[in-house]
């Protein structure tokens, strides 16, 4: 769409570009945050603070706090580890860390699956006009609402 190149890593190379981009920012790669990152890349669609809490904890043997996991998921979001789906109050995981750029997700009404676009060029339009506006620090979000192909094939 854009011209813009990066690296999706999955799996083990996931979580290992994740914690290279955290610690690249400045950031400790504790157990606890490798375990959120773990259980966030582990789903397939969005999922909540308190899906990872549910995941983390039945890892870990013992209940696991919603709260620290939203704190953990928004140090996440700031080092672009992971994206937050506004309209669901869900989080997925960026599959190439350290890259910045805005993104678009399309989702799907019926499966609740959310697949992520990069389109430099539309939200950079989007940053523009924003900026045109008097508007600054400008993070454009962008959500698309529809049928996922799977779904639209089974209707």
Known sequence: ???????????????EAARDALTASGEQWTEMRADVFEALAGCEKPASAYD???????RRGKRVAANSV???????????????VESANAYVANSHPGCRHDCIFLICDLCGKAVHSDDDKLTGALRLAAQAAGFAEVRPVVEIRGHCAECAAED
């Open 1 to 15: 769409m854009s011209g813009h190149h990066h690296h999706d890593f999955a799996g083990d190379k996931l979580v």
């Open 52 to 58: 990872i809490a549910e995941s983390v904890g039945t």
């Open 70 to 84: 939203y704190r953990i998921l928004d140090l996440f979001v700031r080092t672009n580890l992971a994206r937050r």
